[in-house]
Structure formats: structure tokens, C-alpha cells
């Protein structure tokens, strides 16, 4: 993953978190999983590059919208203007890699962002049982005038598991199904009972 610009490395940032929330950690086949990519305490983001991966056997993308530029995206990462909108290198998500890629930067003179937000949302159709091995790996730059610094912080994805819908039968249908199978049982030793 490659950063625009000069990159160096700065004094190290702590508290800024990048995570994969899945909405479940046990989906059933069949069922949407929506992934936020979302990141916490950061202070002067004005770059982010983003790999986030699934099994594609278990996983079938169905959308990845990205959530950049907070001015028409509220709830997301990075300023944008008008006059200085954001500059997006990749947004794609790709099914038979498992991979979404995002790589942006906001552009001078747009401040740099702080704070919590959004970067990406993805819907996955959920299409087999097994672990959905989710990803994550990002970089974070901040905007220096002399050069971009990488911004310190942990990436970490949430663990999911997909099962299969198990079929639960109402409280009240034990008892006349045991009863059934009561009388079957009746029914069926009185067959075999030779009669004299």
C-alpha cells in the first residue's frame, strides 16, 4: 500500500483505531452481513489507504460505498470542498480477489480531519457456511507542508462465522409431536405381536 506524497515516519500516535464491525458474528446462508470500516481518535487524517479482505467463498460482495469527504457525507473521514475536493486514487472492491481497495487524500488548502467516523460501509450476501476471514490492513497519513507522516494506530476486524439456519419448532408443537410418536410407536409394536 502506498501513501501519496513524501512519507516519514513521526512520533508515535496513540488511541487511533481502524476496525472491521461486522452487524453479527454468526450470519446464517442467506442473510446480508453489512461491514463498517471505522476509525476512532485520529487526529489530522488527511490520507487513507485501505485493504480489507473475506473469503469469497463465503462471502459475496454486494455493494462497497466508500464515505469520504464529511461535508457530503456526514458520519465519514476526510474534508472536501468544492473548490478542493478529494482526491481518489482507488475505490473498488473486487469479488474473485476477496478485496476492497481505497486510497484518498484530501487536498490543500482542506483542513486535516479529527476525530471518529466512517470510511467505507460493505454488504455481503452470505452464501456458505464456514469463516467469513475478515481482514483489515490500512495506512494513515496526516499533511505537512515538508511531507506526509505515517499516523501510528492498530487495524483490527472482527470475527465472523457464518452457520446454516437451524429450523426451531414452537413450544407448543413438542407435545403433540411427541404424542405422535407415541401412538406410532403403539401402532407399530402391535404389528409385530403375533395375536393368538
Known amino acids: ?17 481502524v476496525r472491521a464491525e461486522a452487524s453479527t458474528s454468526q450470519p446464517n446462508v442467506g442473510e ?3 461491514v463498517e470500516i471505522v476509525i476512532s481518535n485520529v487526529q489530522n487524517l488527511y490520507a487513507v489507504d485501505v485493504t480489507f479482505n473475506w473469503n469469497p467463498s463465503v462471502l459475496q460482495v454486494i455493494s462497497a460505498t466508500s464515505l469520504l469527504g464529511v461535508e457530503s457525507n456526514p458520519g465519514g473521514v476526510l474534508h472536501e470542498s468544492a473548490s478542493d475536493p478529494l482526491y481518489v486514487v482507488e475505490d473498488n472492491a473486487s469479488q474473485a480477489l476477496g478485496e476492497y481497495d481505497l486510497v484518498a487524500t484530501s487536498v490543500a488548502p ?8 466512517t470510511i467505507a460501509t460493505l454488504k455481503f450476501n452470505v452464501m456458505s457456511m464456514g469463516s467469513a476471514g475478515l481482514a ?5 497519513s496526516n499533511y505537512n507542508p ?11 476486524a472482527d470475527s465472523v462465522t457464518a452457520t446454516a439456519t437451524v429450523p426451531e419448532f414452537p413450544t407448543w408443537m413438542i407435545l403433540p409431536l411427541f404424542a405422535l410418536a407415541i401412538l406410532l410407536s403403539i401402532a407399530f409394536i402391535r404389528k409385530r405381536i403375533p395375536k393368538k
Open 1 to 17: 500500500m502506498v501513501l501519496l506524497g513524501t512519507v516519514r515516519f513521526g512520533m508515535a500516535q496513540t488511541g487511533t483505531v
Open 32 to 34: 446480508i452481513l453489512t
Open 110 to 117: 482542506a483542513p486535516a480531519f479529527s476525530g471518529s467516523g
Open 136 to 140: 483489515l490492513k490500512t495506512d494513515l
Open 146 to 156: 515538508a511531507g506526509a507522516t505515517l499516523i501510528a494506530h492498530t487495524d483490527t
